[in-house]
């Protein structure tokens, strides 16, 4: 799992690509958390587009950081999802949450 980040005022973009299992997602956890509490982000935006896979590991980081920047009075986007992707987190339950955005992808800063 390769990730980049980039901020704006107010807000994290966090660009995904690879495998995105449970081996990843420990440190991309940590990654992104980290960046969002030294920003102070309100917004933090995951885009998907450059991940080719990924388990259930990729639903609990969804979840994660979506309590995050709720604790935070924020909140988060998910962009960028293949339909096999955005299949799997429809089984999940993950369409029940006010995070999507259907744009295709972010653009790289």
């Known amino acids: 799992m390769v990730i ?3 901020t704006d005022t107010g807000g994290l973009t966090v660009w995904l690509s690879g495998e995105l299992d ?3 997602a420990r440190t991309l956890r940590e990654q992104v958390d980290s ?3 030294r920003s102070a982000a309100k ?3 995951l885009d998907f587009s450059g991940v ?3 388990d259930s590991s990729g ?3 969804i979840m994660g950081r979506y309590r995050l920047m709720l604790s935070r009075g924020g909140t ?3 962009v960028g999802t293949s339909e096999r992707l ?3 987190m429809k089984l999940a339950g993950l369409e029940k949450l006010p995070i999507w955005d259907d744009t295709k992808e972010v653009t790289h800063p």
């Open 4 to 6: 980049r980040m980039g």
């Open 22 to 24: 449970h081996h990843a």
């Open 35 to 37: 960046a969002v509490e």
């Open 43 to 45: 917004r933090l935006r």
């Open 52 to 54: 080719t896979f990924m």
């Open 59 to 61: 639903i609990g980081l």
């Open 76 to 78: 988060l986007t998910v």
């Open 86 to 88: 955005r299949r799997v």
